[in-house]
Nanobody, 121 residues
């Protein structure tokens, strides 16, 4: 069973920083593409950032230059460093993994339960 456990969300003032973490288990992390998505109230879920197994990252235009995604294969963890946050960054942030489940050796796309980020103005 694949589990993605997010942490690090909370309330932060505009202009501040926050770091989200997502610990993965049950998946072959080293070959997985990891991503962060977000969903604000009344809006569709959108991609924030993704990172390949080789470390290539891509970002939504709205967060370029402010957010950084990284991964630590020794800890099976992906991070999202959020700097210079804005009120419009307020959303539930979800961790996503596209990869091979360790037990079944089958490819799948998996989601965490989400963590709330609220940016006050």
């Amino acid at each position: 069973q694949v589990q993605l456990v997010e942490s690090g969300g909370g309330l932060v003032q505009a202009g501040g920083s926050l770091r989200l973490s997502c610990a993965a288990s049950g998946i072959i992390f080293s070959s997985s593409v990891m991503g962060w998505y977000r969903q604000a109230p009344g809006k569709q879920r959108e991609l924030v950032a993704r990172i390949t197994s080789g470390g290539t990252a891509n970002y939504a235009d709205s967060v370029k230059g402010r957010f950084t995604i990284s991964r630590d294969s020794a800890k099976n963890t992906v991070y999202l460093q959020m700097n210079s946050v804005k009120p419009e960054d307020t959303a539930v942030y979800y961790c996503n993994a596209d990869g091979v489940q360790s037990a079944s050796v089958r490819w799948g796309s998996y989601w965490g339960q989400g963590t709330q980020v609220t940016v006050s103005s």
